[in-house]
């Protein structure tokens, strides 16, 4: 299986727009575990995503998110200051995704008293060459469902290759096309994301 590695070349930027700000992500090679790294921080540090695309073409992570801060009390210099430091220290290996969020706590509580809500209306189906799943989403929105997901998914190893999130009024529009690292969908893998998805 592919996971980070410190030689895992990347470029993250993160620009300030009308209404909100673009994080855009590229890395030179795919590796499982990313966009779990990128959902961990943007949650961690106050932020909601109102919509992004990841998606890997030739080998390649290409990502953009339209992100807004939850804190207003925070300069534009210092949030961009945390996202970047924080996912560059993520995907260079200096602790894990786990051993990131351990370091906050409330926002972990938080995190599981947020699925208290209504459960997610989803959808499953296979690619036309059956080796890939794709997922419709369709939840109440807030902050770190887009995290809740998709660390399930690298918890199951599956690699999330393509995924596209929208923000309608209070809803959240999310679509993952998933598969196995082996490149073989197996038996049960469809019953397994059902059942855990009835748990988010």
Same mark, same amino acid.
């Given at each position: 299986?592919?996971?980070?590695?410190?030689?895992?070349?990347?470029?993250?930027? +993160?620009?300030?727009?009308?209404?909100?700000?673009? +994080?855009?992500? #590229?890395?030179?090679?795919?590796?499982?575990?990313?966009?779990?790294?990128?959902?961990?921080?943007?949650? @961690?540090?106050?932020?909601?995503?109102?919509? &992004?695309?990841?998606?890997?073409?030739?080998?390649? !992570?290409?990502?953009?998110?339209?992100?807004? $801060?939850?804190?207003? &009390?925070?300069?534009?210099?210092?949030?961009?200051?945390? %996202?970047?430091?924080?996912?560059? *220290?993520?995907?260079?290996?200096?602790?894990?995704?786990?051993?990131?969020?351990?370091?906050? /706590?409330? =926002?972990? @509580?938080?995190?599981? &008293?947020?699925?208290?809500?209504? /459960?997610?209306?989803?959808?499953?189906?296979?690619? #036309?060459?059956?080796?890939?799943? %794709?997922?419709?989403?369709?939840?109440?929105?807030? $902050?770190?469902?887009? +995290?809740?997901?998709?660390?399930?998914?690298?918890?199951?190893?599956?690699? %999330?290759?393509?995924?596209?999130?929208?923000? !309608?009024?209070?809803? @959240?529009?999310?679509?993952?096309?998933?598969?196995?690292?082996?490149?073989?969908?197996? =038996?049960? *893998?469809?019953?397994?994301?059902?059942?855990?998805?009835?748990?988010?």
């Amino acid at each position: 299986m592919k996971v980070l590695t410190k030689t895992h070349k990347h470029h993250a930027d +993160l620009v300030s727009e009308k209404d909100g700000y673009r +994080l855009d992500f #590229e890395a030179e090679e795919n590796r499982m575990g990313v966009l779990y790294a990128i959902s961990a921080v943007i949650y @961690a540090r106050d932020w909601t995503m109102l919509d &992004g695309k990841a998606s890997v073409k030739d080998g390649k !992570i290409q990502d953009s998110f339209f992100l807004k $801060p939850l804190n207003e &009390g925070l300069s534009g210099y210092i949030r961009k200051f945390y %996202i970047l430091n924080d996912l560059k *220290d993520l995907l260079d290996e200096e602790y894990s995704v786990a051993e990131y969020l351990s370091r906050f /706590p409330e =926002k972990l @509580a938080k995190l599981k &008293g947020d699925r208290e809500g209504l /459960p997610l209306r989803y959808q499953i189906r296979e690619n #036309e060459s059956g080796d890939s799943l %794709i997922i419709d989403i369709v939840a109440s929105d807030r $902050p770190g469902l887009i +995290l809740d997901i998709v660390r399930s998914f690298y918890y199951l190893y599956f690699d %999330i290759y393509s995924m596209e999130s929208r923000t !309608i009024e209070t809803d @959240a529009l999310d679509t993952f096309y998933v598969r196995r690292d082996s490149g073989e969908l197996g =038996k049960f *893998d469809r019953d397994i994301i059902e059942e855990t998805l009835k748990k988010i």
